[in-house]
């Protein structure tokens, strides 16, 4: 069992990472905050719309997309990705549907069989073609991190912003000579969360609306079943681009961890947001010094981290958590009847 | 019950017989048919224990299966089936060696300790219970990811850890089987003997507790056994698969019958059917996993329930709504020559195509379909070179059932239900395709045998039906019934 746990050395673990590996430590970390907060944002409206269960149906059945796309053995470039996870996600919408619609089999059993199918699916597809294609299969479980390609994405740039990019933190890791030097999957993963971001802020209203009452969203004049589906889409796109890191069961804790520890701590959806990204930003700092501490899964780590925070949030959150409510029923306990009855009465 | 012979008989055959042949994974390059000769013979020992490990894991997911998908559950077993995996990596780490039973107890415990984290997460937040199971669900597998991906980079002979996320058949030993066979048999035995305690909770929780079950106690009996046949299929279909091999036979076997001890018994028969496949195509190739191949077998079951079960199954619902259209389309001809028959009181031969055009404002070839349905039923005949028609003596007695249905009804709307007399016509139009002689005979008595309905017109009465008489007598002689 002493293996399992190295000596943890502060210099070794948490200094060294941000001074001599931070080419890769900045980068890791990044693309880490940029899946949690895109998809912790997204996974927000899952909670709230009760379908934190679709999101774990999509992310599976992505992979059937994926499969399908190395079997015509398409170049897996953006496009083509994003391409093969709408359809996907679609596809995973329209099969629960279909076997709810057309069974009695109920909506749980109905997801259980569209993503476990798809998922097997791709698995298959994808073990066929395993010795042409660099994706193999415990990557698509649980993804990894440290494999994301770094630094082949150059960009010259003019010498006044160069001097201006010069002046910015750190900015030793993106500047060479006169070139900005770049990871282009953790750049893109960056696009992606901004415009996650994006739409949670300019469609604001319209999906707090249809998320707690449809009927009202309804007599606005916001179509919810439009805004059903593009959350869907939306959601294909986040989990395709956070795949290649976090792989497919592990983009569940990202969409959903972030979101359950914030609904802990705050009933405002404004508030919510805000702790998300935080908690996004928490989980992945923790997560990657837990890796580099016990040398394992990356994105497990963050993960574990993630987890956590949840629990940390669920014993302590000052209204809803397990020691407060141990605390007021506590407090109920010792109070005599009698004076409940007289403040209820004096109420009145 | 009754596969408990079943079980024993392979036990003792995969004791009983010498291990004389190598593994099958030892031989590279092999022809497929060559592999499936292989595999037909039985000589190899993983041959056989995949074969008896995916007919135990058959059978103790389908049963357990059955109850999870009555219960609407199947996203816990889900979430159970994810959260053993830490318990998969703590077991390996209690001696560094893939020991069964302490992969066994681990992953038990580790189950339990996920299901009983959904229970305290949903009741003290506010947080859902879809939610909860998605936390526990990638929580507790992240931790097993980080486990096995530190075990991984530990010193020591640490192959085939791995095998548990996707599942090898070909991987199960003799100590495996050993195992699998013990809890599933454990499994069948708990079902059979408290059977009624099961489906009662399953069913109908309210009325368990008030008739003095104990409930939670079976609940947490279920857990158990879910997660005892979750950790039964580990080994050969993966921990991320398992829940397929849960809910898959169970909601095709659901959608075959509608009585629990039947679903059950044929869950397990497709969970062995989809087990056995998966695991024989899993040694025809060589570098596809089992699980996924044991999935899309089960998957290709439901599909076939899906598309052929007799009474759900999609295409005979289809086929059974077309020809109850088709039978609805008759009967509004066969009403239709009544009426045209008797508006002009009842005189003459048969009716003209073109009259029954005119009478269902319809086109004169659709007219002419229409006939030629009545006559491949043989409920009329075709004159005057296919102008007319005339109905037999059963396409006769049909109208009158139809037209009779329709006009009692319309009277007994006004008379019992008082709706206006003019409200009255599209109900009828509906009802009068499916009204049964029983009820119609009390229709009758309730209205006294009328003879009119309420817009003045002569109910055809049992006279018409009986003798099948022609329509071409008085009017009289067609009511039957006189006028009280």
């Known amino acids: 069992m002493n293996e399992l746990l190295p000596v943890f050395e502060w210099q070794q673990h948490v200094i060294a990472p941000w001074t001599t590996g931070l080419k890769s430590t900045l980068w890791i970390v990044l693309m880490g905050f940029f899946v949690a907060t895109a998809c912790g944002l997204l996974g927000n409206y899952l909670i709230l719309r009760r379908m934190a269960l679709v999101g774990d149906a999509i992310s599976h059945s992505v992979l059937a997309g994926i499969g399908v796309a190395v079997v015509l053995a398409l170049q897996l470039d953006t496009a083509t990705l994003f391409i093969a996870a709408l359809a996907a996600g679609m596809a995973t919408t329209l099969i629960i549907e279909i076997i709810h619609r057309y069974t009695r089999v109920k909506q749980d059993a109905a997801i259980g069989i569209a993503f476990t199918s798809l998922f097997a699916l791709g698995v298959i597809l994808i073990s066929f073609k395993s010795g042409k294609v660099h994706i193999d299969t415990e990557c698509v479980l649980y993804g990894e991190v440290a494999l994301v390609p770094l630094e082949n994405f150059h960009l010259s740039l003019t010498p006044a912003l160069v001097g201006a990019i010069d002046k910015l933190p750190m900015s030793e890791v993106y500047l060479r000579g006169n070139e900005l030097v770049m990871a282009p999957d953790v750049v893109r993963m960056g696009f992606v969360a901004l415009a996650v971001a994006l739409l949670v802020w300019v469609f604001y209203k319209e999906l707090l609306v249809s998320s707690f009452d449809p009927a009202l969203a309804f007599s606005l004049g916001i179509n919810a079943t439009f805004v059903h589906y593009a959350l869907m889409a939306l959601l294909s796109v986040v989990v395709v681009s956070a795949f290649e890191s976090v792989g497919a069961i592990l983009v569940v804790a990202m969409l959903i961890l972030p979101g359950a520890t914030a609904h802990l701590l705050s009933a405002r959806l404004p508030v919510i947001l805000a702790l998300t990204v935080l908690h996004a930003a928490l989980g992945t700092l923790l997560g990657f010094h837990l890796a580099t501490w016990l040398n394992c899964s990356i994105a497990g780590a963050f993960v574990v981290a993630g987890m956590a925070l949840f629990l940390l949030a669920w014993l302590l959150s000052p209204h809803d958590g397990l020691l407060a409510q141990w605390h007021r029923r506590r407090n109920l306990k010792l109070e005599p009847p009698e004076e409940i009855s007289s403040t209820s009465s004096a109420g009145n | ?484």
């Open chain 2, 1 to 484: 019950m009754r596969h408990l012979p079943l079980i024993a008989g392979f036990c003792l055959l995969a004791a009983a017989m010498p291990v004389w042949a190598d593994r099958i994974g030892d031989i590279s390059e092999t022809s497929v048919i060559e592999q499936a000769k292989r595999f037909f013979s039985f000589r190899d020992p993983s041959v056989r224990y995949a074969l008896i490990g995916s007919v135990l894991l058959g059978i103790s997911c389908g049963l357990m299966g059955g109850f999870i998908v009555v219960r609407k559950m199947a996203l816990f077993g889900d979430t159970l089936s994810h959260a053993v995996l830490p318990g998969v990596a703590l077991g390996f780490l209690w001696n560094m060696e893939k020991d069964p039973v302490a992969i066994f107890i681990g992953a038990t415990l580790a189950g339990l300790l996920g299901g009983a984290m959904v229970a305290l997460i949903r009741q003290t937040t506010r947080l859902k219970e879809d939610t909860a199971l998605g936390i526990v669900l990638a929580s507790f597998f992240a931790v097993g990811i980080c486990l096995l991906t530190r075990i991984q980079k530990m010193p020591g002979n640490k192959g085939g850890l791995d095998e548990f996320l996707f599942g090898s058949a070909a991987s199960i030993g003799r100590s495996d089987i050993i195992l699998m066979a013990v809890v599933t048999s454990l499994a069948v035995l708990l079902v059979g003997l408290f059977y009624k305690e099961f489906l009662v909770t399953s069913f109908d929780a309210a009325f368990a507790r008030a008739a003095g079950f104990p409930v939670n106690i079976i609940n947490y009996a279920l857990t158990l056994l879910l997660a005892f046949s979750v950790v039964v299929a580990l080994r050969a279909v993966g921990v991320v698969l398992v829940s397929a091999m849960l809910i898959t036979p169970a909601a095709a076997a659901y959608l075959l019958t509608d009585r629990m001890h039947r679903l059950l018994g044929l869950a397990a028969l497709f969970g062995v059917i989809s087990g056995a496949v998966g695991a024989f195509i899993s040694f025809l190739t060589t570098n596809i996993p089992t699980g996924p191949l044991m999935v899309v077998a089960a998957t290709m079951v439901f599909a076939l329930a899906f598309f052929f079960g007799p009474h759900h199954g999609v295409l005979m619902r289809w086929w059974r709504q077309k020809s109850r259209s088709a039978r609805v389309q008759r009967e509004n001809t066969l009403k239709a020559v009544y009426h045209v028959l008797e508006a002009r009181e009842f005189d003459g031969e048969g009716v003209s195509l073109r009259e029954l055009a005119e009478r269902r404002r319809e086109t004169l070839d659709e007219a002419r379909a229409q006939s030629d349905a009545l006559c491949k039923h043989h409920m009329a005949t075709l004159h005057d070179d296919g102008d007319a028609i005339h109905l037999t003596p059963e396409g006769w007695q049909r109208a009158c059932e139809i037209v009779r249905n329709h006009r009692l009804w319309e009277l007994y709307l006004t008379n019992e239900a008082n709706i206006a007399p003019d409200h009255v016509h599209e109900d009828a139009e509906i009802i009068e395709h499916v009204l049964g002689e029983e009820t119609v005979r009390e229709l009758e008595r309730a209205l006294n045998h009328a003879t009119r309905d309420p817009h003045g017109r002569v109910i055809p009465g049992l006279a018409d039906l009986v003798s099948g008489s022609t329509p071409f007598g008085s009017p009289e002689t067609v009511t039957g019934y006189t006028s009280r």
